[in-house]
């Protein structure tokens, strides 16, 4: 015995300029029927919250997958699978397309490898939040249902990154390490040495862990600390770039204009304001605002 939600959605061409769009949704649980052979032409996030199952490679080899997991079904790749048919499992999916998909791949969000489709999770919590989302916005007549739906695709990704069982519930700790020490005036090679690394193996980690080259992880977190202190404080420019590890001015300037799109001058024109008692860094709950007395 198995039961089946599902709906599939049409999303209009002015709606895929959203980047990505979702076509499905699905919630299922039991001795499901398998799926396949067969081929798609969109992605498919197939989250097992509970029980186990297989899934086929393309060469016909079986593998056993065992919950919380998930599978990744890509556009034009073979797929074969099905639930235990004795104990069954629970299910979730959901079909989605868009040019961003090119973009979450090739970050590490989605897994692409035809014979590697199964990723191991920690739990799938947040992923079944989201998904949710989705199923609650298919009601008939939903006029906002694209926008919803689309929302949440973007917010199921992130989730099933976290939820990855080879990511630390803490962070990667080699990107802490960067983190921490971004602001010293540190080569790429200097960081990676610091570590016991090779730059090519840090450059591997950073890859897997963000998505993206350690010089570009680095500049991001310089840069974002580098716009706190332009707009929150008022330190000469030069003091600006010495406090985020440039050491030429000049350089930090022409760095911070091609990858901003403004100077750093303007940048604070814009952003600039007086912060009383200084810029806070602490992260405040918003389920708990602190109170904000008026003057009446």
Not at 141 to 153: C, D, F, Q
Not at 171 to 198: I, N, T
Request: aromatic share 8%.
């Amino acid at each position: 015995m198995y039961h089946t939600w599902m709906r599939y959605f049409t999303p209009s061409p002015v709606h895929h300029r959203l980047g990505l769009v979702c076509l499905g949704v699905g919630l299922q649980h039991g001795t499901l029927p398998a799926v396949g052979p067969r081929t798609l032409d969109h992605h498919v996030a197939v989250v097992i919250h509970a029980g186990s199952g297989w899934y086929a490679t393309p060469d016909g080899a079986r593998h056993p997958v065992t919950a919380p997991a998930l599978l990744w079904l890509t556009p034009g790749t073979p797929h074969h699978y099905g639930a235990d048919p004795d104990s069954g499992w629970d299910e979730s999916f959901v079909d989605f397309t868009g040019p961003a998909a090119t973009t979450y791949t090739e970050l590490g969000y989605i897994e692409p490898a035809p014979d590697r489709p199964l990723v191991p999770l920690a739990d799938t919590a947040a992923a079944r939040a989201a998904i949710s989302r989705i199923a609650r916005a298919a009601r008939r007549g939903n006029p906002l249902l694209e926008v919803e739906t689309s929302a949440a695709v973007h917010e199921l990704l992130v989730a099933l990154r976290r939820a990855r069982a080879d990511t630390d519930a803490d962070g990667d700790p080699v990107l802490q390490a960067l983190a921490r020490d971004a602001f010293l005036p540190l080569s790429v090679a200097e960081h990676a040495a610091r570590h016991g690394m090779s730059p090519a193996e840090l450059r591997t980690a950073v890859r897997r862990g963000a998505g993206c080259s350690p010089k570009d992880y680095l500049l991001g977190i310089r840069l974002g600390r580098a716009k706190e202190l332009l707009a929150a404080t008022e330190l000469p420019v030069a003091a600006v770039a010495r406090r985020v590890g440039y050491d030429d001015p000049a350089y930090f300037s022409r760095l911070f204009t091609r990858r901003v799109g403004t100077a750093p001058v303007h940048f604070r024109r814009q952003q600039g304001r007086a912060v009383p008692g200084g810029w806070s860094t602490r992260i405040p709950d918003p389920d708990n605002p602190p109170l904000v007395s008026g003057t009446g």
